[in-house]
């Protein structure tokens, strides 16, 4: 069995001592930053690149998935507790699990999140493993036309699932591809856009690690300051009787059954993972009910089926960038970015040249969903102590991380005034209402689209038609064409802006 | 003609402004043919893209309704001002003054960001943090940072 050898391979590698800290630090770091609202993980993990620079590739993906997912248990910790989710994933759980919380339940709610996160955890793990193999075959398959095709397909799918207005999403994706534009040209060795300034010339250009500081870390504490403060209520010392009754687990076990199954298709979506995941996952359980006046009301399905669906999606949402190199989200980008830097070129050969990587990877995503439930639970009290921290001791440290980070990705302070000048940025993004993470997105693939769209031109003497006469390259751009067709149809387009209205 | 939509309004003039800066900056640089591209076929290609873009979400903009007319509302101005100020500075200061000055320098005036300013608390970031920074960043990780002021 290659499976089992894999996974084999992947716990030895997941339980040696250095990354099983290296985990632990991640869901702590996760939960940490899950439970305070204002700082996502694309901010968190953003403002740790820089220091994966001291570590191997292993431990330093192993850290920053942890990080991701450890951000969903968070987040929903204060979605229960005080209505205020920490991340955008754990909205609908807010719904009834506040209410849970109000007629004294928030031990129970807090319980069946972190079981059914963790039964979700461990099946979508599996299925990490089982899918990437197939998809890798798959892969080898490609050419440059299909590969261009499919990253068109990735960025398009992208939006079209998981934003707003999808003209100004494509507008930032495009935006995205021109940032990565400033760079060194890898096929002629022309600098672009360099200004003449001998930063911009490399192979990156201006960094990724300071776009997305800047953009979500500084961009997101100007708009956080913008803001008047607001007052909390919290349910701290009632937090007793963690353990669900035999009619809890009788109600939640269906829930958490779909909630997975939903999740783990919807986090393969381009521009699927975690948010999308909860919000399908709510409204299946509403549609299944027998009883749906129940929901809104304190329906422990209506905690079971998103948190599943959550950290199931958080999971498959790996599937396409560790087996194609693509991300579906700006937390995918940014591991791509993060395997970038450690030198891993990130694609369909990352099993085969760096099969501990991987497998150690898949595997440290179930150590980390097992350490979340065995030290989430007891550690609950000190999570939301931690909401009492006012902010203002909070955004300094931020700041100074971010900085720090900034100044020593080349030790020098050219990258610490781009992050500047990109938190500017990134607060008129906010104020236009223009989303950043597809320009994360666009930034990330724009590189590696060039590539592959200029070597497909060259192979086919120039004839754009390459790219649909080619079976395989023809059907994944309609696939991307349709997609946008079918948003823009006004039955679904109602629907899906009903969708994105409730997430507000 | 009015705007139905102000944040439309402008992100479809950046967009466009931003398209057609960087498809006439790709103009300096070799085009080269379908056969052959060159380093500006495709920023020349995703320049003109973004402008047309952008002028779909203008047009937009001036003639679909919006409730509210989709305000961009106010700047916060001030910490705007202050956290890109405070950036730009520990950026210059680090590398001539160190760690030790440049950090405290960056919490203190990041501190006058909000809308509470209290000398204690900022005092007790600025210990805190350099701290921590200290000995995450230079004992931890053995990171090139210069803690004192110095050449």
Redesign the interface.
């Known amino acids: 069995m290659d499976l089992v050898n894999n996974l084999m391979l992947g716990f030895q590698t997941a339980l040696s001592l250095q990354n099983l800290f290296y985990a632990l630090l991640g869901v702590l770091l996760g939960t940490l930053i899950g439970v305070l609202p204002g700082l996502g993980p694309v901010a968190t993990i953003a403002m740790l690149l820089p220091?994966i620079y001291?570590l191997d590739a292993t431990p330093a993906l192993i850290m920053l998935a942890g990080i991701y997912y450890g951000a969903q248990y968070g987040g929903s910790t204060t979605a229960i507790l005080i209505n205020v989710p920490g991340e955008s994933s754990s909205v609908v759980t807010a719904i009834d699990g506040y209410q849970m919380a109000r007629q004294g339940r928030a031990g129970v709610a807090l319980a069946t999140a972190a079981l059914g996160s963790f039964f979700a955890g461990c099946v979508s793990t599996l299925l990490v493993a089982w899918m990437s193999e197939p998809m890798i075959v798959m892969s080898f398959k490609f050419g440059d036309a299909e590969r261009f095709a499919l990253m068109v397909l990735g960025l398009i799918g992208a939006v079209v699932l998981a934003s707003g207005?999808l003209?100004?999403a494509?507008?930032m994706i495009?935006?995205g591809?021109?940032i990565g534009?400033i760079n060194t040209?890898v096929?002629?060795g022309?600098p672009?856009?360099s200004f003449d300034l001998p930063e911009l010339m490399d192979a990156e250009g201006i960094g990724f690690v300071v776009i997305a500081m800047g953009v979500f870390g500084?961009g997101e504490?100007?708009?956080n300051?913008?803001q008047?403060?607001e007052k909390r209520e919290v349910f701290t010392n009632k937090v007793t009787g963690l353990w669900p009754t035999k009619e809890d687990f009788r109600q939640a076990w269906p829930a958490v059954l779909r909630g997975t199954a939903l999740g783990s298709v919807l986090g393969v979506l381009p521009g699927g993972g975690a948010l999308l995941a909860s919000f399908a996952a709510y409204s299946l359980e509403k549609k299944v009910a027998q009883d749906p006046s129940k929901f809104g009301k304190g329906a422990i399905q209506g905690v079971a089926g998103p948190e599943s669906a959550n950290n199931a999606g958080a999971q498959t949402s790996f599937i396409p960038m560790l087996t194609l190199g693509i991300p579906t989200n700006a937390v995918m980008a940014l591991m791509i970015g993060a395997m970038t830097i450690k030198g891993i070129q990130p694609g369909p050969q990352v099993m085969s040249t760096n099969p501990a990587l991987f497998w150690g990877l898949v595997a440290s995503m179930w150590v980390g969903n097992l350490m979340l439930v065995v030290l989430n639970l007891p550690l609950i009290g000190m999570w939301v102590k931690l909401l009492t921290v006012p902010?203002?001791?909070l955004?300094?440290?931020i700041?100074?991380?971010?900085?720090?980070g900034?100044?020593?990705l080349k030790?020098?302070?050219?990258?610490?005034?781009m992050?500047?000048?990109f938190?500017?940025v990134g607060?008129?993004f906010y104020?236009?209402?223009?989303e950043p993470a597809p320009l994360l997105l666009g930034y990330i693939l724009g590189p590696m689209?060039?590539e592959n769209?200029?070597r497909a031109?060259?192979l086919s003497?120039?004839?754009?038609s390459t790219f649909i006469t080619r079976p395989l390259s023809a059907g994944l751009l309609v696939a991307a064409a349709l997609l946008v067709v079918v948003v823009l149809l006004p039955s679904i387009r109602s629907k899906r802006e009903e969708a994105f209205q409730d997430a507000d | 003609m009015k705007i139905k939509s102000q944040k439309d309004f402008w992100s479809g003039l950046m967009f466009i402004a931003t398209g057609i800066v960087f498809a006439v900056g790709a103009l300096n640089y070799s085009f080269g043919s379908a056969a052959h591209p060159g380093p500006g076929y495709f920023p020349f290609g995703l320049g003109v893209l973004l402008a047309l873009l952008g002028g779909v979400v203008l047009f937009k903009a001036l003639t679909i309704e919006v409730e509210g007319g989709d305000r961009i509302g106010s700047i916060a101005w001030r910490p705007l001002i202050v956290v890109v100020g405070a950036v730009s500075l520990f950026g210059f200061a680090l590398p001539r003054v160190g760690m030790v000055i440049a950090l405290p320098l960056l919490i203190a005036l990041a501190s006058l960001a909000g809308d509470e300013f209290r000398w204690k608390d900022v005092l007790v970031n600025c210990v805190v943090l350099t701290l921590g920074c200290w000995l995450i960043f230079i004992v931890g990780l053995k990171l090139n940072i210069g803690l004192w002021p110095g050449p």
């Open positions: 220091s001291a207005s003209i100004k494509l507008c495009v935006l591809l021109l534009q040209d096929i002629s022309a672009r856009y500084f504490i100007i708009a300051l913008g008047p403060a902010y203002r001791f955004f300094p440290a700041m100074v991380f971010c900085c720090i900034s100044y020593t030790n020098n302070s050219f990258d610490v005034y992050t500047a000048l938190a500017f607060y008129v104020k236009l209402g223009c689209m060039e769209l200029r031109l060259l003497r120039g004839d754009w």
